[in-house]
Nanobody, 115 residues
Framework: QVQLVESGGGLVQPGGSLRLSCAASGSIFGIYTMGWYRQAPGKQRDLVAAITSGGRTNYGDSVKGRFTISRDNAKNTVYLQMNSLKPEDTAVYYC?????????WGQGTQVTVSS
């Protein structure tokens, strides 16, 4: 019903920046929340950032002040601007959508921060 496709991951040096994008397609409309989670090897999946259809945002403590989430409702797309990247940001990043009782997930995109 809903498909999420992430892009923008890759390898970056500490202190660098990346911009992730996630485009939702299918039968999605109205009020829904979009967000990003990440999971490193051996770790649980944690919230990175989320944004409501009205533009309210929520960030995980470890990324506050460094990451910015935004969305384009006309395009059903959410973005994550990641600045001042650290090695501990290395993880698979997953796009998510919550629409009523329904949750959807992207396939994930790898972000590696290493010198």
């Amino acid at each position: 019903q809903v498909q999420l496709v992430e892009s923008g991951g890759g390898l970056v040096q500490p202190g660098g920046s990346l911009r992730l994008s996630c485009a939702a397609s299918g039968s999605i409309f109205g009020i829904y929340t979009m967000g990003w989670y990440r999971q490193a090897p051996g770790k649980q999946r944690d919230l990175v950032a989320a944004i409501t259809s009205g533009g309210r945002t929520n960030y995980g403590d470890s990324v506050k002040g460094r990451f910015t989430i935004s969305r384009d409702n006309a395009k059903n797309t959410v973005y994550l601007q990641m600045n001042s990247l650290k090695p501990e940001d290395t993880a698979v990043y997953y796009c998510s959508v919550r629409w009523g009782d329904l949750y959807y997930w992207g396939q994930g995109t790898q972000v590696t921060v290493s010198s």
